[in-house]
């Protein structure tokens, strides 16, 4: 018998239990030295970053969300007659000017009312005179010209009956908060209102006596007749929108303006009339 079989008829039962244990052993640490070499993770230590992500998301994730939910806009309610009249009527109505009827004044009223509402209405939408359509407001409608029209003729004698404000289902759009977090979180969405441009409040408001020149007023785009004004200053000029001067009222008779509105509108037709405000 040769040396080798003597060698190999000499292992014991462990020694051979060892061996494979060795070889097993080997082979894994092989096997996870090539998953490293290739990228290949364990799945232990891809448990562990995806954990510590899933933590950092948590943490981050904001209190409360703010969503912005679109509805369908229903029937507009529009202004009701007295909002008008104190918007846009009362500047020449309130006091007379340009022969307008004032608001009770019933002798004045009475001729008026005796050619009926439908007349008046239409005066009013489509301008007579010295009144401009839809006394210079553009942005009313039909309907709101002739609650208006009712309003001062019912205070004066007449009446008449208008037509009826629709009830306004919503408005074109609501916010809406979604709180992802406890209500003690005092997390508010708050809307901010923009007020009207300088155009808008002047094609509204100022264009009945700005456009034409009525009661002297400067005219739209006469640098001639805006010159001595605008040498004034810019925060003359506002002053005199806001308080009101000689024969403009203040806030070109339209008390709902803001401050900042009238003061936008007094750059738009100064800087209309060679101004650099």
């Given at each position: 018998m040769s040396n080798v079989d003597r060698d190999v008829q000499g292992y014991s039962f462990g020694q051979i239990i060892l061996a494979a244990v060795a070889g097993l052993v080997g082979f894994a640490v092989l096997y996870l030295?090539?998953?490293?070499?290739?990228?290949?993770?364990?799945?232990?230590?891809?448990?562990?970053?995806?954990a510590a992500l899933a933590k950092v998301e948590e943490n981050i994730k904001p209190v409360a969300v703010i969503e912005v939910a679109e509805v369908n806009?229903?029937?507009?309610?529009?202004?009701?007659?007295?909002?008008?009249v104190k918007a846009v009527c009362v500047m020449c109505h309130g006091a007379g000017l340009m022969?307008?009827?004032?608001?009770?004044?019933?002798?004045?009223?009475?001729?008026?009312?005796?050619?009926?509402?439908?007349?008046?209405?239409?005066?009013?939408?489509e301008g007579?005179?010295?009144?401009?359509?839809?006394?210079?407001?553009?942005?009313?409608?039909?309907?709101?010209?002739?609650?208006?029209?009712?309003?001062?003729?019912?205070?004066?004698?007449?009446?008449?009956?208008?037509?009826?404000?629709k009830a306004a289902e919503s408005t074109a759009a609501e916010t809406a908060v979604s709180a992802t977090a406890p209500a003690e979180s005092?997390?508010?969405?708050?809307p901010v209102a923009a007020g009207k441009s300088g155009e808008e409040v002047y094609k509204a408001v100022c264009l009945?006596?700005?456009?034409?020149g009525l009661m002297n007023a400067p005219k739209f785009g006469d640098n001639a007749q805006?010159?001595?004004?605008?040498?004034?200053?810019?925060?003359?000029?506002?002053?005199?929108?806001?308080?009101?001067?000689r024969m403009m009222p203040a806030k070109g008779g339209n008390p709902a303006l803001s401050d900042?509105?009238?003061?936008?509108?007094?750059?738009?037709?100064?800087n209309a009339a060679g101004a650099g405000f």
């Open positions: 030295a090539v998953a490293k070499l290739f990228g290949i993770a364990d799945p232990i230590e891809v448990a562990e970053p995806l806009a229903g029937a507009e309610a529009g202004k009701n007659g007295a909002e008008v022969n307008a009827p004032k608001i009770g004044d019933n002798a004045q009223w009475a001729p008026r009312i005796a050619q009926g509402y439908e007349t008046l209405v239409k005066h009013a939408i007579i005179r010295t009144m401009p359509a839809r006394g210079g407001s553009p942005a009313l409608t039909d309907d709101e010209v002739a609650r208006a029209v009712a309003e001062m003729a019912n205070a004066s004698g007449a009446k008449f009956k208008a037509p009826e404000a005092g997390v508010v969405a708050t009945m006596c700005h456009g034409s805006w010159e001595p004004r605008i040498k004034q200053g810019y925060e003359t000029l506002v002053n005199n929108a806001v308080n009101g001067i900042d509105e009238v003061a936008g509108a007094v750059k738009y037709m100064a």
